[in-house]
């Protein structure tokens, strides 16, 4: 057992860091997501150069390695700075599913692009009526001769907008809720009969709501095995899953250190109300989550790169508890503020804007829970 | 960082289990798993196995009979120890009181208290908390005189776990006059339970048992020689006591198996709605995921414990982190307590003290682990209080991690 962190970790989440304090203020931030994409072209292409973009992926498939330890290192240091170029969507969750479920070919021509900068990728696989349940899908693909038919609906697909190629989770065969049925299809976001509705979110990301009716795809775009994605899926979240813990922990330790500061100088009653025990033990409260948090979240990181069988517990248990810390520390950030907190002005704001939608995203926090119990 | 154990940590695993299977006695074991209480004879006889085998001073430097274990052989043998039922160590000796000793005391000290504490032929308690000095800790007013080559003791110590059973106690006592700045008027002193003018009386705590004391000294006289370090520099000492010992003080590996026991208890407790044999309480989705929500808690605090020892291990000061240890140490294993007496039911309420308190011959009253459910929960109400309570804690975080 060993928690220390190698020199090359350290180096990859300093250098975040420096970029973060650099580039990424709250005002500059604002400026992004007020801009016309929501994200800057120009970072991305610095993420690429500097190799972030890689981190997620393996050796072979021409990334920095792929360890569940350096996603989570890598995504700390982005959510410390509430950055919102789509590295989760586009790179972890969309670039997983090709590194997991992709041909050499398809993972050849893909991964590079995504890892130079020069491809936007969204994955569409919710549905309204579907929940946190990832076999719950209507959307359907008919093989008709040498092409699928695509019809459907898809719903909050995150970076939809920005996306060049979306994947697309439709049943091929089976019902509604079967396991079994699930197929992925690649999409170019141009395609004729796809109809996308963008939009931003409340956290200042960007997603969209799209239809597909009867899209004809040629049947060699389909991504892994046809039926058979259910499990590619299922695990390729639950990394999502653990990037997505690991981003909110950047954000709560810097919620509690801006709580801190900040009732250090804001005065009422002639001394700063950092002199209040009442308050002082709610800000305990808020680094005693922030710790549990990190601390659950090293656990499922470890066990993803164990191979061991039980990262799905160790994932949910993570998505959990990262939920109720993010829910404690993000509501007290905002009350520890007063006034201030609840404008767009300050950044606390965001954060705690941020620290509620992650609890929503890839399952809540009960749906994991639940998850737990039941594996 | 990785998770996995090195085929010589496999190893010792093997031998720690091996060796917990063949000289764990049977009776103990029992009780400890039962959750009942243990008489001074349980700790003693196991002490002793202990020390034959080398095993007794976990913590200790290996130059004082020490293991020289590293953190992960020390996480092995705390969670095979639980998972055995093998009773866990009274503190006060082992892991309070001797470490005081091979970092302050002089070579005479060592020699003289340190073989017998490794060995448990002398059973230590402590002496710091009094009637009007809890949290305010440095309040404390026993006094401590000099006459001649003694000091001459005054003064009620409180809250003295197995005071009863003691041969020797540590003592925070008052030795500067007033106008001394509290922490540089207290020393600290071994004083011989054998001394006259001492009497120890006991404490009645809400499970009916007597486990705590008062101490009472009535010019109690104590050479000069059993002062640790320097007069007036007690409460250095002191401080470095309630800090040392991290390892162990969240009780994770404890909880992981009380927690593990639960669950197997509601899987065979039913929840009344049905009469099949699998209408048990685990069915019940409200208790479920209070049950997850739980061993949850417990994963984050494990790590949170493993995290901190890795520190330690490379050289590093415990971090923030630790500090963290006490408070959802005793809050989780708190949560497990109350379990345990939602699974009771209506069998928590019988209290048939001898159940729970020592050997029973009679007809037994309810299901075995519901005896000592709520008395236990009652019981454990303490570990949120003692070693500097839980606001104390976050005080500490306060002011030592967030500056405030």
Redesign the interface.
């Known amino acids: 057992?060993?928690?220390?962190?190698s020199e090359e970790q350290r180096m990859l989440r300093d250098s975040i860091a420096k970029f973060i304090q650099q580039n990424y203020d709250f005002h500059s931030r604002c400026e992004l997501v007020g801009s016309e994409t929501g994200f800057s072209a120009a970072h991305w292409q610095l993420f690429a150069e500097l190799g972030w973009l890689s981190v997620p992926f393996r050796e072979e498939d021409g990334g920095f390695g792929g360890s569940a330890?350096d996603l989570m290192l890598m995504m700390e240091a982005f959510g410390q700075g509430m950055v919102v170029e789509p590295i989760l969507p586009s790179v972890v969750l969309s670039g997983g599913l090709i590194a997991a479920a992709g041909s050499e070919v398809q993972k050849r021509d893909m991964l590079g692009a995504l890892m130079a900068g020069r491809l936007q990728l969204a994955f569409a696989f919710s549905e309204p009526q579907s929940r946190y349940n990832l076999a719950n899908i209507k959307t359907r693909a008919e093989l008709q001769g040498d092409s699928y038919v695509l019809s459907g609906q898809k719903s909050v697909v995150l970076n939809g907008g920005a996306a060049d190629v979306l994947i697309v989770a439709a049943r091929t065969s089976g019902g509604q809720l079967d396991d079994n049925g699930v197929s992925l299809l690649l999409v170019n976001a141009d395609t004729d009969g796809l109809v996308r509705q963008d939009y931003a979110t409340v956290d200042g990301h960007r997603a969209s709501e799209i239809t597909f009716d009867k899209v004809r795809l040629p049947a060699t775009d389909l991504l892994g095995e046809a039926g058979g994605a259910l499990p590619v899926i299922e695990r390729t979240v639950d990394r999502v899953s653990l990037a997505l813990c690991a981003e909110a922990v950047g954000a709560m330790e810097v919620a509690y250190r801006k709580t801190?500061e900040y009732?250090?100088t804001r005065k009422q009653f002639g001394v700063a109300i950092?002199?209040f025990?009442a308050l002082?033990?709610r800000?305990?409260?808020m680094?005693?989550e922030c710790?549990?948090?990190?601390?659950?979240v090293?656990?499922a990181?470890?066990?993803l790169?164990?191979h061991n069988g039980i990262a799905p517990r160790?994932v949910s248990?993570a998505k959990?508890?990262v939920g109720r810390a993010a829910r404690l520390i993000g509501q007290e950030a905002v009350q520890l503020h007063g006034g201030i907190g609840v404008t767009e002005e300050l950044d606390i704001g965001h954060i705690f804007k941020r620290l509620t939608t992650v609890q929503y995203m890839f399952g809540s926090t009960?749906h994991h829970?639940?998850r737990?119990?039941s594996l | 960082?990785?998770?996995?154990?090195s085929p010589e940590?496999l190893a010792f695993r093997r031998e720690v289990r091996d060796f917990l299977q063949a000289k764990l006695p049977p009776g103990t074991r029992r009780k400890v798993l039962d959750g009942l209480p243990l008489i001074k004879s349980d700790h003693v006889n196991w002490q002793k196995i202990l020390y034959e085998q080398g095993w007794a001073a976990v913590n200790w430097p290996v130059e004082y009979g020490g293991t020289g274990w590293t953190p992960?052989q020390k996480?092995i043998w705390a969670n095979e120890c639980a998972m055995a039922g093998a009773p866990e160590v009274v503190p006060f000796g082992m892991k309070m009181v001797a470490p005081v000793i091979y970092t302050y005391g002089n070579q005479e000290q060592k020699h003289r208290f340190l073989p017998g504490i490794l060995s448990s032929d002398h059973w230590w308690c402590q002496g710091y908390s009094e009637p009007n000095a809890g949290s305010d800790l440095a309040s404390l007013t026993t006094s401590a005189v000099r006459d001649g080559d003694s000091y001459v003791v005054n003064g009620t110590k409180t809250w003295t776990t197995l005071g009863h059973y003691a041969d020797w106690i540590f003592c925070l006592v008052r030795t500067g006059g007033p106008g001394v700045k509290n922490q540089e008027a207290i020393s600290f002193l071994l004083i011989d339970m054998e001394t006259p003018g001492i009497t120890v009386s006991p404490i009645i705590t809400l499970d009916g048992l007597h486990e705590v004391n008062e101490v009472h000294f009535d010019n109690v006289r104590v050479p000069l020689e059993n002062r640790i370090g320097e007069e007036g520099r007690g409460w250095t000492y002191a401080k470095m006591l309630l800090t040392h010992e991290r390892t162990g003080i969240a009780r994770v590996a404890q909880s992981k198996k009380r927690l593990q026991t639960a669950r197997e208890l509601a899987s065979n407790t039913s929840h009344g709605d049905g009469i099949e044999d699998d209408e048990s309480l685990m069915r019940v989705?409200s208790f479920?995921?209070k049950?997850?929500?739980i061993?949850?808690?417990l994963?984050?605090?494990?790590?949170?414990e493993?995290?901190t020892l890795?520190?330690v291990s490379?050289g590093q000061a415990p971090g923030?982190?630790s500090s963290?240890l006490k408070?959802?140490g005793t809050e989780v294993a708190q949560a497990i307590d109350e379990l345990y007496v939602e699974i009771a039911g209506y069998y928590g309420l019988p209290f048939v003290k001898a159940q729970f308190g020592g050997e029973y011959e009679g007809p037994w009253v309810g299901p075995g682990a519901a005896a000592n459910s709520a008395p236990r929960y009652f019981n454990n109400r303490k570990t949120s209080i003692y070693g500097g309570s839980n606001?104390i804690q976050?005080?500490i975080?306060?002011k030592a991690?967030?500056?405030?």
């Open positions: 057992m060993d928690f220390s962190v330890v801190v009732t250090r950092a002199s025990q002082q033990h800000m305990a409260d680094f005693i710790e549990m948090a990190r601390s659950i090293i656990m990181a470890l066990q790169d164990a160790a248990a959990s508890r009960d829970t639940r737990f119990a | 960082m990785n998770i996995d154990y940590e992960t996480y989705p479920a995921q049950v997850a929500a061993e949850i808690e994963l984050a605090l494990e790590f949170t493993l995290r890795s520190a490379t923030p982190e963290i408070i959802k606001e976050k005080n975080i306060c991690v967030l500056g405030l």
